[in-house]
């Protein structure tokens, strides 16, 4: 029997989800909460299996909810059923440590079949989340050479394309030649760059200066 706890603060959504819950066989809810606060009190002091968490409610919402479960009970699954799919809910939501995220428009036994997948380890997410964390990992894969330049890299590479010399970069730096040196050759080697012409080519047309 997969033992669950649901968090919600509407009423009606609570009895209509529960009472189908409660008609499996495999399923008993265990208990109901209608804010995140007295969420969290409840889950942890019952563990639940499951635990279905809403994400706008008052006290304290589904987000802050589950990350005070996790941080406790990191074995907790949380499956988050709520009405929005917007970034400021869905990523906050899984970096909390929500398992599963639906949305309310799920059919009941769509639910159903998400405890069951969620206690048996699986993660279950609406087609418009995933397709936001593929979105949000390849943003993250995407990154540019010049990102990891120090921030006296990047004065030096602007002092470059300005067509200064070493030397003369050294001079308005107030660091010995040697250093000045030092730091193009680092430049040239995290841009990728053979030469100083393509360093300053490569900040023009990265728009790192004008």
């Known amino acids: ?9 509407h009423e009606m959504v609570r009895i209509g989800v529960s009472a189908y819950l409660s008609a499996q066989p495999d399923i008993e809810v265990i208990g109901e909460a209608d804010n995140g606060k007295k969420g969290v009190e409840l889950c942890l002091d019952l563990r639940p299996d499951v635990i279905l968490m809403d994400l706008v409610m008052k006290e ?30 869905v990523y906050p939501a ?13 059919k009941a036994s769509e639910i159903a079949g998400a405890i069951r997948a969620t206690y048996h380890g699986q993660s279950i997410l609406e ?23 120090t921030a006296r890299e990047m004065e030096i590479l602007m002092l470059m394309a300005e ?4 030397q003369e970069i050294a001079d308005e730096l107030f660091i010995a030649l040697k250093t000045a040196k030092t730091h193009v050759s680092n430049i040239l080697s995290k841009l990728e760059v053979q030469d100083r012409t393509q360093a300053v080519i490569y900040a023009f047309k990265h728009s790192l200066v004008k």
């Open 60 to 89: 304290m919402d589904g987000i802050e909810a589950t990350r005070q479960i996790i941080e406790a009970w990191p074995d907790a699954k949380i499956i988050i059923v709520t009405s929005f799919l917007d970034d400021e809910k």
């Open 94 to 106: 899984l970096e909390a440590g929500a398992t599963s995220y639906l949305l309310k428009t799920s």
């Open 127 to 149: 087609p418009e989340v995933t397709g936001k964390m593929m979105m949000k990992m390849r943003q993250k894969d995407v990154t540019h050479p010049h990102e990891q330049l």
């Open 1 to 9: 029997m997969i033992k669950v706890v649901f968090v919600d603060d």
């Open 163 to 166: 067509g200064k010399t070493n």
